[in-house]
T-cell receptor, first 113, second 114 residues
């Protein structure tokens, strides 16, 4: 079984500041890792994913995450945030041979002017 | 190409009533997953279905909850005799095959039990 821990439930930052949303996971088998974003009253949108290969993965809107196997982490970063990045961010993990996603509790990112 | 569709978007039921939530997967997708998001929590897996088959229902509560994905029509998540603790957002995802890295989520149904 896997588990995901998102260490911060709330992250308030000012516009144009850098941000890091932390995610640690636990699993006894190989995993895939995901970050999803949820805007108010909407469904989840896939932000980025790590399946294999380069441990640094990037999204089209400036986010990046790095898979660190030794620390079992998959932290999400952005060097300069915008007001429009305000949303809830979920880290998720799955077994490479599985079908279900296991989610963390979520981190509410609030970007203030 | 329409995405995953769920209806209704909002559903209000009184205790003891039945709730039926519908999910139409993306065109061509034959695999459906249901997740539940309780207030202030992350999403929890409930059930994974293919057309006419339940593949994994290990996340479903043992009583009152059932799911189906018929050959024709949407997938249905049915909750009988709802209780206040069933109030949550229910999300459906679909994939082309049972590939976890290609799940696309719908907008969710927000169930409120009075």
């Amino acid at each position: 079984a896997q588990s995901v821990t998102q260490l911060d439930s709330q992250v308030p930052v000012f516009e144009e500041a850098p941000v890091e949303l932390r995610c640690n996971y636990s699993s006894s088998v190989s995993v895939y890792l995901f970050w999803y974003v949820q805007y108010p009253n909407q469904g989840l949108q896939l932000l980025l994913k790590y399946l294999s290969g380069s441990t640094l993965v990037e999204s089209i809107n400036g986010f990046e995450a790095e898979f660190n196997k030794s620390q079992t982490s998959f932290h999400l970063r952005k060097p300069s945030v915008h007001i429009s990045d305000t949303a809830e961010y979920f880290c998720a993990v799955s077994e490479t041979s599985g079908s279900r996603l296991t989610f963390g509790e979520g981190t509410q990112l609030t970007v203030n002017p | 190409n329409a995405g995953v569709m769920q209806n209704p978007r909002h559903l209000v039921r009184r205790r003891g009533q039945e709730a039926r939530l519908r999910c139409s997967p993306m065109k061509g997708h034959s695999h459906v997953y249901w997740y539940r998001q309780l207030p202030e929590e992350g999403l929890k897996f409930m059930v994974y279905l293919q057309k006419e088959n339940i593949i994994d229902e290990s996340g479903m509560p043992k009583e009152r909850f059932s799911a189906e994905f018929p050959k024709e029509g949407p997938s249905i998540l049915r909750i009988q005799q709802v209780v206040r603790g069933d109030s949550a957002a229910y999300f459906c995802a679909s994939s082309l095959e049972g590939v976890v890295n290609e799940q696309f989520f719908g907008p969710g149904t927000r169930l409120t039990v009075l």
